[in-house]
């Protein structure tokens, strides 16, 4: 992933070495009635970006690899760490279109609501996968003709004089207690914002939050090279705007 200027704000502050490896349990995370509710609840406040980043959850003596990006962008919450594995990219290239056009994320003021992934067979974490929808902060009317150009070469669309785009992402969620690493190297979001994961499946119900248990009950054994700095995405600061 290329770093640009405006994304990263500053360079390598922080190597660690060796794997990241998650022990856990062997807790019951599936049983058969549909759901529709709210599973995991967290306060995310700061953003950092990563490299040589590895990862694998032991299970039954067998090490189980995370398929995550070896660098990408994750989230700080006070219960877990959210890392993308998908939309990363291109978070990072709309975060270069603030410095002349206003972008906002999220539709609910201070509040993200996202979906968890269905398991699937060996997951050792919990997923999600989502949507993300990105506004210009501004009318169509009070956008120059440049601006336009440029919001609708970066995919944005036109509703009723707003232009929009969603970015799918996807992510693990790592229990933070279970990484035993401080990550003071990171980039605060302004305020906390409340982010929400629901489950809805009418035939297998998910567990996340037994399944993340497994995890943060266990130790840890932390040896992986691995660097973590800072990174500035503007528009993250400003989830506003009402529930559709």
Known sequence: MKITKSAACIGMVLLLSGCTVLLWGGNKVADSHSVNVMQIQDNVTDI????????????DK??????IPSEGIA???????????????????????????PLVAGKEEN????????PEKGDAVVHFSDSLRIRVNKSAGELSEDDINVIKHSGFQNTDGEYWKN???????????SLNY???????LGRKYKVEFYATDSE?????????????????ALAADIVFFPVSLTFLRLIIGQQH
Request: no cysteine; aromatic share 8%; proline share 5%.
């Open 111 to 118: 509040t993200l609501k996202l979906q968890l992934s269905r």
């Open 75 to 101: 989230f700080l919450g006070e219960k877990n760490v959210y890392i993308l594995t998908r939309g990363a990219d291109e978070l990072l290239s709309l975060n270069k279109l603030t410095d002349n056009i």
């Open 167 to 177: 970015v799918n992402i996807e992510g693990a969620i790592l229990p933070r207690k």
């Open 48 to 59: 950092f970006q990563y490299k040589n980043l590895a990862a694998s959850a032991v299970q």
């Open 204 to 220: 297998t119900d998910f567990y996340p939050k037994n399944l993340a248990t497994n995890i943060v009950l266990t130790p840890v």
């Open 182 to 188: 401080a990550f003071t190297n990171t980039e605060s």
């Open 62 to 67: 067998a090490n189980i690899p995370l398929i």
